[in-house]
């Protein structure tokens, strides 16, 4: 009986450092995984982050050169006065047409990419792009509305956009909007200049 002891507790000595050894083992392939695929993960999201950042840029951009040409044409039908007027010629109509094309793909490219606060904003900001362009065309539309009132609908879904893009990117903190001038950058007036 006494060497059947001695052989359970050498059996026992033998076999709890093999468990020690196995248990570690594993243990280290289960830590070692879990990071691979949390690394794999991380490295994913940045670089699907950094091709969202680019399609909402881009998408911004090619609505804010559409927006700034319905301006110059609105200028030249006498909506608006400021931008340089830009007659619709068909040399100019065709420059807007392949603008149009760019940030119709863009928008595509945005579908694919962005969340789905951020392609409903987009939406939203090509409806008041839309109307800027019928205006400046004199489109006639059901409902009467002035370019003032338009382009503010256009600067509200704009900033709508710009606030979902970056929610969806993880940026913090707001966009200023229409922070003043300067008064010594003011332009002066005739009937404020010095006589």
Sequence with gaps: MLLD??????????????????????????????????????????????????????????VKELAARYQMMAAARGLVSGPMPLEPTPEVLA?????????????????????????????????????????????ATEVEQNWDEAYQEFRDARSRYVERARASLGVSGVVARDVAWPAAWRPVTRSSSPQ
């Excluded at 420059?95 to 579908?111: M, Y």
């Excluded at 409903?120 to 004199?138: F, Q, V």
Aim: glycine share 6%.
């Design 95 to 139: 420059d807007i047409g392949e603008l149009e094309s760019r940030r119709s793909a863009l928008s595509e490219t945005l579908g694919l990419l962005g969340d789905t606060e951020a392609n409903t904003a987009s939406k939203m900001l090509d409806h008041c792009l839309w109307r800027l362009e019928c205006l400046a065309r004199g489109v």
């Design 5 to 62: 002891r001695e052989c359970m507790v050498s059996l026992t000595d033998q076999i709890l450092p093999l468990v020690g050894v196995a248990l570690g083992a594993v243990m280290s392939f289960l830590v070692s995984s879990l990071n691979e695929r949390t690394r794999w993960r991380r490295q994913q999201s940045v670089r699907w982050d950094e091709h969202r950042l680019t399609a909402y840029a881009e998408y911004a951009h090619a």
